[in-house]
């Protein structure tokens, strides 16, 4: 017993991974707590979200959205620059056009990091390209190192680990590996959890282990509940929780009472139609709640380390900072999962 | 309105996890309403709710919304100052001082109007010319300057863009002063009125940074509230009150009061058609705690009404129309509800590909409400709710329900309506064709008049505005081919719905015929045949073209001339040509000293064939024959040739084209045919080696249409698609051995990478 924890301990300190946080709400703003979560885990290394880059049908361009607003004092903290980029925004964009994207991106980004007097290393883009748009996109982060210059990271979603000669590879300095959404999401109410579920994800870490760029990992640390009316979903929500659920005026746990159908996969019925939390909820919808507790990320972290390739200082992100405190998740926990890099 | 499509493909589209909470919306599929909807909401809702009748893919139903919250009253300010001014000053002159002219320029237009000024350009309105008295024109400049400072903390220029923004303007402290002592200085009740509804502005922006960084608020310093009581019942109720009382419920709404703002916003909503869209799209109850304390706040049940009403189209319109019934069964907020209840439930599913109703599953509790409601007959549209509850009824497939509320509607239909007349007609009809088992001569007679009406909207030979009707008449299109089909009827079930496999047999093409040519038609059949799409040339030209591939040309040819212009389009390439890498496009490129049409293609082919019979030129001649046949194949130059109306033009791979002909056109035999006799004709080595080599391109293809089909059954993707493992055949391995020594045979190895890669 001695010898394998020693054994495990030896494996904790091999790579040094590092923990950090994705923060992707339009308003930059912590809690005492978050704060705390962040500096004693993570050294504050954050992945702050700045902005989005979406198409406007009406001018036929591609414009900023959601730019962060930022109320908290962030000069003390690492940050990582994060853009997501909208895959029909390269959909209808012209390839020519991508150097004048990557232009417009890497002024506004660095405008806004210097008004925060920011210093950063690594900028990170996100984008669920296609095989339609990767000429398209590669060409913009091409032009977007030229321009920006800083260690490029491009997010990497499971079906593009999967099929790499047909997505490609991102001409990056490193890949960020975005561990979660491995299920569609339904209305069927004995489906496994869509955001991780150890059967869905074994589908893609078999191709992990000869992927051409170093991976960060990106791991989920949220729950979601997914609304049901009649066999399809309605909407998805982060601020709906067991603690809301569990309020027996207001719901009923499907299942015999129990609530749970699979691994940390919940349903429960309404029993009348109100309003909570500003979201209008009818009588007879379902919410299937899905949620990541220590344990299962735990799992999903054990199963990960097994395919990928070793990678010195790697980032461990936990998604994300800002509904953290729904889920229970604590200083330790992160440790342990993160140890497993 | 688009086209109608048989077959909607619906489609989820997913967004990623996001600010507010709410991180997925599901707007349902990505489609036109009115290919699924047989209800027209036009029909019986009063058109200032129009911006809210339901629709699966916009924000705001409707071509004419105008969203924009800087412009969006303008036209009333323009209006109420022309009232104001005495209609003295043009309309186009008043909105460019109030909307466009800077302050400098409105300065200059008030000073050239006091003779301070002696000349003034031409683009700055002149009010000097307009004797308007003195007294109105100082206070109507006196406002503008100070109306105009507050533009540039109150209108907010949403322009995307990549610059960052600049700060918040925030008002300045003098600005407020100078409006109070305009506005106590005031005797001119529209002046102050308008003043009033600055300050009130004023003092929203005035408190807005404060609680955008801390929404828990802390006193009003802003005095909005205490200045909105004061003075509220010192003016009229007009559109400046209602704009004045939506700063108020900002106010609260900012302040987390929403029980107050959502109240608010509901008397916004119900003033006027303009202010329904921003009420609408600021009201959000946020705990069922603030929904009962505003219905609270209601002064009486109109105003209950119309906050069940917002819920209603916001989130739940079976639950308001039950509400609102049981406080007024005569109100007419209920027809928006009822529109909205009907569009959404014939909307068809996330997860289905539609091609009927069959998908459609109705709420138990909806049906009852509307079918009770409809009973009851005390609304104030009652022919309204009998229409709902039928054609929910027939999506529910309870006919009997559905002529019984139909027959009652029918009744109660207000004259010389013409929307709502065919809105009837339209679901009369698409429950006679629900309920149509077996289609005899009698139903046949009773169906003419509805067929012939609906292909006149098609074809708009009859419009009537706002209809919709594209789901009942691909209804009637498919439900009546079906019917045909299972009678056995195969002709009239392919008037309706053509399908591929119809033409595979001559037989059904000549009966068709005999349709179409026959000169005493029934009405039906004349109705019946303007749904169907092809012409006598076009199935001419059919005829001949499965002719030629059995090598019929004799026959084929009469058939070509009646096909007339069909088969005299020019052929892009020359399809007696060939080459060792098949390349479509520079066959079309090439310089191609004769053109060839369809007919003359197959006249030569004959002229080639009587030449051969005649013993002339066998090698060139069936050489020819072998690139002829081949060009004709999915492979070669010459697709335009078998593309068609019946046989499909888009295919890209072989298993695109439809299967009852994709053996005929993907087949290379009868090419591998003429090949192997010309090389049985053939003089020199060099002529063996070409014809070897046109025989192992005809063998290969066939090989891929085995893989293609195999990969098929296999349910496998085209991605997966192994070129390298397809055998080789037996020509590749004569071409190696026999004929290495030949010219042919180098410029083999040097064009086609396979044969490079089978020698290795």
């Known amino acids: ?13 091999k790579h040094n991974a590092h923990t950090a946080f994705y923060y992707w709400k339009t308003t930059f703003r912590l809690d005492q707590q978050q704060k705390e979560l962040l500096n004693k885990t993570s050294d504050n290394r954050l992945f702050l979200h700045f902005f989005d880059v979406t198409w406007n049908e009406q001018l036929h361009e591609a414009i900023p959205n959601g730019v962060i607003d930022i109320r908290t004092p962030i000069q003390q903290l690492k940050v990582s620059p994060v853009v997501y980029i909208t895959n029909q925004t390269f959909q209808n964009m012209k390839v020519k056009d991508s150097d004048s994207l990557a232009f417009k991106v890497n002024k506004l980004l660095n405008q806004l990091v210097a008004a925060q007097h920011i210093n950063y290393t690594l900028v990170q883009i996100d984008c669920d390209w296609t095989v339609g748009t990767r000429e398209k996109y590669f060409s913009f982060l091409k032009a977007f190192k030229r321009f920006n ?89 982060g601020k709906i929780g067991l603690a809301d659920l569990a309020a027996a005026q207001n719901f009923e746990p499907i299942n015999k009472g129990i609530g749970k159908i699979a691994e940390n996969v919940f349903i429960y019925k309404s029993r009348k139609s109100f309003y909570i939390k500003g979201i209008y909820i009818k009588k007879d919808d379902l919410f299937k709640l899905e949620t990541m507790d220590a344990g299962s990320i735990n799992q999903a972290a054990a199963q990960l380390t097994q395919k990928l390739s070793p990678l010195e200082n790697r980032n461990i992100i936990y998604y994300e900072l800002s509904s953290i405190s729904t889920s229970s998740l604590y200083e330790k926990d992160i440790r342990k999962i993160t140890a497993h890099f | 309105m688009k086209k109608i499509s048989g077959k909607l493909l619906l489609i989820f589209s997913l967004a990623l996890l996001s600010a507010g909470g709410i991180v997925w919306a599901c707007g349902g599929g990505d489609w036109d309403d009115g290919e699924y909807s047989n209800f027209t909401p036009e029909a019986f809702v009063d058109h200032q709710y129009s911006p809210f009748f339901y629709t699966s893919w916009q924000a705001y139903y409707g071509t004419d919304i105008n969203d924009n919250s800087n412009t969006r009253y303008n036209e009333q300010v323009v209006k109420e100052w022309g009232d104001y001014l005495d209609h003295k000053v043009n309309s186009k002159d008043l909105a460019a001082l109030l909307f466009t002219a800077s302050p400098g320029e409105v300065d200059s237009s008030y000073r050239y109007f006091k003779g301070q000024m002696q000349l003034l350009p031409a683009y700055i309105p002149d009010l000097k010319s307009t004797s308007l008295p003195k007294a109105k024109v100082d206070a109507f400049f006196s406002y503008l300057t100070l109306a105009k400072q507050c533009e540039s903390f109150a209108i907010s220029d949403v322009q995307y863009s990549w610059d960052v923004k600049t700060t918040v303007v925030n008002p300045a402290p003098q600005l407020k002063t100078n409006l109070m002592i305009a506005f106590d200085h005031s005797n001119d009740q529209f002046i102050k009125q308008r003043l009033w509804f600055q300050l009130i502005r004023y003092s929203y922006f005035e408190e807005l940074p404060a609680l955008n960084t801390d929404s828990s608020a802390g006193p009003d310093h802003s005095g909005l509230v205490t200045l909105f009581n004061k003075y509220e019942s010192a003016f009229p109720k007009n559109s400046i009150y209602y704009r004045a009382l939506g700063y108020l419920a900002g106010h609260y709404y900012k302040r987390k009061d929403y029980a107050q703002a959502n109240y608010i916003y509901s008397l916004c909503y119900n003033y006027s058609s303009a202010m329904k869209i921003p009420s609408k799209w600021s009201f959000h109850p946020q705990n069922e705690k603030d929904w009962k304390q505003s219905l609270l706040l209601a002064k009486n049940k109109e105003e209950q009404i119309t906050l069940w009403q917002m819920l209603g189209i916001v989130h739940d319109e079976s639950r308001a129309i039950e509400k609102i019934y049981s406080l007024n069964p005569q109100s007419d907020k209920l027809d928006l509800l009822l529109s909205r209840l009907i569009n959404k439930a014939e909307r068809p599913g996330d997860r289905y590909e539609i091609d009927s109703i069959n998908s459609i599953k109705i709420n138990a509790n909806d049906l009852a409400l509307v079918e009770r409601i409809a009973t009851n007959g005390n609304t104030h549209k009652p022919y309204f709710w009998n229409l709902a509850a039928g054609y929910l009824n027939t999506l529910n497939k309870n006919y009997i329900a559905s002529g019984k509320f139909y027959n009652q509607a029918k009744k109660q239909l207000p004259e010389n309506d013409r929307l709502v007349e065919a809105q009837y007609r339209l679901l009369d009809w698409t429950l006679y064709l629900a309920r149509l088992t077996k289609i005899d001569a009698k139903a046949e007679k009773e169906m003419v008049s509805r067929l012939n009406w609906l292909a006149d909207l098609r074809d708009k030979k009859d419009t009537i505005a706002n209809l919709r009707y594209d789901r009942a008449l691909t209804e009637s299109i498919l439900g009546l081919a079906g019917r045909y089909k299972k009678q056995g009827d195969v002709v009239k079930s392919n008037c309706f719905e053509s399908t591929t496999g119809f033409y595979a047999n001559n037989e059904n093409i000549k009966a068709l015929q005999a349709l179409l040519t026959k000169r005493n038609k029934t009405p039906f059949e004349q109705a019946m045949l303007r749904y169907y799409h092809l012409t006598m040339k076009e199935l001419y030209y059919h005829q001949a073209l499965m002719l030629v591939y059995q090598e019929n040309t004799d026959a084929a040819i009469p058939l070509l001339q009646l096909a007339d212009d069909r088969a005299l389009i020019d052929l892009p390439a020359n399809p007696f040509n060939s080459r060792i890498n098949d390349c479509h496009d520079c066959d079309f490129n090439a310089f191609q000293k004769k053109k060839y049409t369809a007919l003359s293609f197959v006249t030569t082919i004959r002229d080639i064939k009587a030449e051969i019979a005649a013993g002339k030129n066998l090698y060139t001649n069936n050489l020819l024959l072998g690139n002829a046949y081949y060009n004709i194949t999915h492979y070669g130059n010459a697709r335009a040739f078998y593309q068609n109306n019946i046989t499909g033009y888009s295919a890209t791979s072989p298993m695109d084209i439809a299967v009852e002909f994709r053996d005929r056109f993907t087949s290379a035999k009868i090419a591998e045919k003429y090949y192997l006799i010309a090389r049985n004709s053939a003089q020199t080595k060099e002529q063996k080696a070409k014809c070897t080599f046109m025989a192992a391109k005809c063998e290969r293809n066939d090989l891929y249409n085995a893989s293609y089909k195999k990969q098929a059954k296999d349910k496998k993707y085209y991605w997966d698609f192994d070129f390298s493992t397809i055998p080789v055949g037996q020509y590749f391995a004569e071409l190696k051995n026999k004929f290495f020594q030949t010219a042919y045979y180098k410029e083999v190895l040097k064009e086609c990478g396979y044969f490079r890669s089978y020698n290795k």
């Open chain 1, 149 to 237: 210059g800083k260690q490029l990271q491009a997010t990497i979603r499971l079906h593009q680990i999967k099929y790499p000669e047909r997505t490609g590879v991102p001409p990056v300095d490193k890949g960020l590996l975005m561990f979660y959404n491995m299920g569609k999401i339904s209305a069927g109410l004995n489906a496994s959890n869509s955001i991780y579920n150890k059967e869905d994800a074994a589908a893609y870490t078999g191709s992990l282990t000869n992927y051409r760029l170093p991976l960060d990992v990106a791991l989920p640390a949220f729950s979601w509940a997914i609304q049901i009316r009649g066999a399809e979903v309605v909407q998805l929500y």
């Open chain 1, 1 to 13: 017993m001695s010898i394998l924890s020693l054994y495990l301990a030896g494996c904790q300190q």
